[in-house]
């Protein structure tokens, strides 16, 4: 299958380039990628080569959202048609032949995947719009973070930085019904986390906000 992806060489250049992927396998689908989300943190490690999960050219990006086109003839769980949400791409080549190091390979208008595995692809659930949830590993690092960290009921968390994966843990935490206190110089990331469920909402570009942290938890633990 022909495909355009974005691809990074070694002088961390980009392009969008024509690319060939693996035929569909049994136990693989594929899907026509509508949104591809950004990481910029793991991303431009990547593409700086601080960490290196194969060698240049690169096809970055772990998120995505898209429609199934093709269904290999053992999976069962996955129709044409259907939207979904999906982690990585099987692999790719360019039209030259020349092997590019899918990491994980989403930043592609298709993907060949298996669906049933970690980094496979799943269900969209109904509501969501598919450019917002193509950033959904954002808020399941905070949930994951949230059930390492396992703080119970009624204690009190402070989470500095409402980005998407703080108000991520924020939500988390609201829901296992600790008391969430969120610190952020973004007033609008605030607001945000207030509605998820922060108990308590500290600007820290104000000068009691370390006073106020201090009265909110005293001993400085959970």
């Not at 772990?62 to 692999?91: L, P």
């Not at 659930?125 to 450019?131: F, H, I, Q, S, V």
């Not at 399941?140 to 396992?150: F, Y």
Request: aromatic letters at 4%.
């Amino acid at each position: 299958m022909f495909a355009q992806a974005l691809i990074c060489n070694d002088q961390q250049q980009f392009s969008l380039q024509e690319v060939l992927l693996p035929d569909v396998g049994s136990d693989q689908i594929s899907i026509r990628t509508c949104y591809s989300g950004v990481s910029i943190g793991t991303e431009f490690a990547l593409i700086h080569n601080k960490i290196s999960w194969g060698p240049y050219p690169l096809c970055t990006g772990y998120q995505g959202t898209g429609v199934v086109e093709t269904v290999g003839h053992s999976v069962n769980n996955f129709k044409i048609g259907q939207r979904v949400f999906f982690r990585a791409n099987s692999g790719m080549q360019l039209a030259s032949g020349e092997k590019v190091s899918c990491v994980s390979g989403t930043h592609c208008s298709h993907v060949v995947v298996n669906p049933n595995t970690s980094h496979g692809a799943d269900l969209l659930p109904e509501g969501p719009l598919m450019d917002l949830a193509s950033l959904f590993v954002m808020p399941a690092v905070g949930l994951n973070g949230v059930d390492q960290a396992n703080p119970r009921m009624g204690q009190h968390v402070i989470v500095h930085g409402a980005g998407m994966i703080g108000l991520g843990v924020i939500a988390s935490l609201a829901v296992r019904g600790c008391v969430v206190t969120a610190v952020d110089m973004n007033a609008k990331t605030l607001a945000i986390a207030g509605q998820l469920g922060a108990d308590h909402l500290i600007n820290a570009g104000d000068k009691t906000g370390r006073s106020r942290s201090r009265r909110l938890c005293p001993t400085g633990q959970m």
